[in-house]
T-cell receptor, first 113, second 114 residues
Framework: AQSVTQLDSQVPVFEEAPVELRCNYSSSVSVYLFWYVQYPNQGLQLLLKYLSGSTLVKGINGFEAEFNKSQTSFHLRKPSVHISDTAEYFCAVRRSNTGKLIFGQGTTLQVKP | DAEITQSPRHKITETGRQVTLACHQTWNHNNMFWYRQDLGHGLRLIHY???????NKGEVSDGYSVSRSNTEDLPLTLESAASSQTSVYFC?????????????FGQGTRLTVV
């Protein structure tokens, strides 16, 4: 069975500092990985996705993630965060050809001035 | 613009009552999903549908049901609401089951069962 673990429930960081949100997955088959962001009182929005090819994936709002097959990780990074990045971030894995997404527990990014 | 909308946005109901949460999408997507979001659990799949008249159980389907009579709507029904069903519910849709297909989410319904 596939599962997703987000290692940090909350990540406080000061504005303009770099940040990394960690995500590990378990799967015995090929995986397709996603990061979603949820701003307060809103639905989820796709940040980026890894399907195949280059292991470094760039998304919206300056975020990027690196797929590491040997470590079964898909960590999300941003070199310099803004107050507006304060949100809940979800890592997810999709089973091939089912459309179903399996989500991690979520990480709250709190950007402080 | 095409969109996915959920109603109501907030709902308070009593234990034992039947409640229906609406989800409507205008993309003409085949796939629709219902998730619940709880602290420490992320989003968990309740039910999903790959098309009209098709419904499937997700990992936390007990106490919930869905029906798909047309492409646009997938209402979620709580047959007899329980306090454990207090949660935020999200509906999502996607065009196909392809791995590169983006899922679009509604803004959520916050349900409180008292």
């Amino acid at each position: 069975a596939q599962s997703v673990t987000q290692l940090d429930s909350q990540v406080p960081v000061f504005e303009e500092a770099p940040v990394e949100l960690r995500c590990n997955y378990s799967s015995s088959v090929s995986v397709y990985l996603f990061w979603y962001v949820q701003y307060p009182n809103q639905g989820l929005q796709l940040l980026l996705k890894y399907l195949s090819g280059s292991t470094l994936v760039k998304g919206i709002n300056g975020f990027e993630a690196e797929f590491n097959k040997s470590q079964t990780s898909f960590h999300l990074r941003k070199p310099s965060v803004h107050i507006s990045d304060t949100a809940e971030y979800f890592c997810a894995v999709r089973r091939s050809n089912t459309g179903k997404l399996i989500f991690g527990q979520g990480t709250t990014l709190q950007v402080k001035p | 613009d095409a969109e996915i909308t959920q109603s109501p946005r907030h709902k308070i109901t009593e234990t034992g009552r039947q409640v229906t949460l609406a989800c409507h999408q205008t993309w003409n997507h085949n796939n629709m999903f219902w998730y619940r979001q709880d602290l420490g659990h992320g989003l968990r799949l309740i039910h999903y549908s790959y098309g009209v008249q098709d419904t499937n159980k997700g990992e936390v389907s007990d106490g919930y049901s869905v029906s798909r009579s047309n492409t646009e709507d997938l209402p979620l029904t709580l047959e007899s609401a329980a306090s454990s069903q207090t949660s935020v519910y999200f509906c999502a849709s996607s065009e196909s089951a392809g791995v590169d297909t983006e899922a679009f989410f509604g803004q959520g319904t916050r349900l409180t069962v008292v």
